[in-house]
T-cell receptor, first 113, second 115 residues
């Protein structure tokens, strides 16, 4: 069956450390993979998109890797801050008669001061 | 501010009642979407509209109808609400035809409870 999995347990880290979130998928061949941030009571906000043929992408303190062999994406936040505390969603864009986007359930990140 | 606006933010319905969730975007995007978000699950697509004048079913369309009123507005209607429709509903928009796709812009959501 097709699945996209993010760690359902919250990730707790200390301010200044690097947070690493994982997105695993099975039985999909995504053309792109997106990451979103969602704060409580708000809608998701688009952060980054990486293509299937890209290994890594960076934006300020964010870094995303995409390994289509392992079927995994890692999302890193370096020098994390309490303001980075939120839920982070990954989403696959697969080609299925036009692009179809499948969202993971998200991982909650808490950054302690 | 540019973005996606949803109304209402909160709603409580009794089983069998009907209601319409409203959504408007001012980014001149062609495509608009309705998602629902339930605890422990990813966002699931209810309906989408690739362009003005067209609508298509998503993953979970049963019990819902939509109307693409014009390029800006896309509404979601529950004709006879059921407790299983208790959820948070998000409207989103995006531009299409760009590679890579630019990502979705989401509204702030409608929290709906059906009792």
């Amino acid at each position: 069956s097709q699945k996209i999995e993010q760690n359902s347990e919250a990730l707790n880290i200390q301010e200044g450390k690097t947070a690493t979130l994982t997105c695993n998928y099975t039985n999909y061949s995504p053309a792109y993979l997106q990451w979103y941030r969602q704060d409580p009571g708000r809608g998701p906000v688009f952060l980054l998109l990486i293509r299937e043929n890209e290994k890594e992408k960076r934006k300020e303190r964010l870094k995303v890797t995409f390994d289509t062999t392992l079927k995994q994406s890692l999302f890193h936040i370096t020098a994390s801050q309490p303001a980075d505390s939120a839920t982070y969603l990954c989403a696959l864009d697969v080609l299925s008669g036009g692009f179809k986007t499948i969202f993971g359930a998200g991982t909650r990140l808490f950054v302690k001061a | 501010n540019a973005g996606v606006t949803q109304t209402p933010k909160f709603q409580v319905l009794k089983t069998g009642q009907s209601m319409t969730l409203q959504c408007a975007q001012d980014m001149n995007h062609n495509s608009m979407y309705w998602y629902r978000q339930d605890p422990g699950m990813g966002l699931r697509l209810i309906y989408y509209s690739a362009s003005e004048g067209t609508t298509d079913k998503g993953e979970v369309p049963n019990g819902y109808n939509v109307s693409r009123l014009n390029k800006r507005e896309f509404s979601l209607r529950l004709e006879s609400a059921a407790p299983s429709q208790t959820s948070v509903y998000f409207c989103a928009s995006s531009e299409v035809g760009l590679f890579p796709p630019p990502g979705y812009t989401f509204g702030s959501g409608t929290r709906l409870t059906v009792v």
